[in-house]
């Protein structure tokens, strides 16, 4: 149990640093589900993440995308026939993912 608690002491050290301390937790389980595609080699869409109701309502999860867009954690990326418009992690996110996957590492290593 020690180590759980060690890697959430380090993850909510990250996420109080500037750029992560503005996304709350709709934005940071949309970035999971956007990573969680990218992980799996498929795209997510707008659409994908406006069907999660059980998350919040589609207006909010069209507020936090576009939040997360302006504040550079997404791409959106039109599709083919400009119908559908796919979301892609940024740079900034990647390194959010990558210094958690760290931060997860570190803490397994404790007894």
């Keep these: 149990m020690k180590s759980l608690f060690r890697f959430y002491t380090l993850a909510k050290e990250l996420e109080s640093q500037a750029p992560y301390q503005d996304i709350d937790s709709v934005g940071k389980e949309i970035l999971y589900m956007i990573g ?55 740079q900034i996110t990647l390194d959010y993912f990558n210094q958690l996957t760290k931060y997860l590492k570190k803490s397994a290593q404790i007894n």
């Design 36 to 90: 969680n595609a990218r992980q799996h080699n498929q795209m997510i869409s707008v659409s994908d993440i406006l069907r999660q109701q059980d998350l919040a309502s589609p207006a909010t999860l069209h507020a936090r995308l576009k939040h997360l867009r302006e504040a550079g954690f997404i791409e959106i990326l039109p599709g083919e026939d400009n119908r559908f418009k796919f979301l892609k992690p940024s």
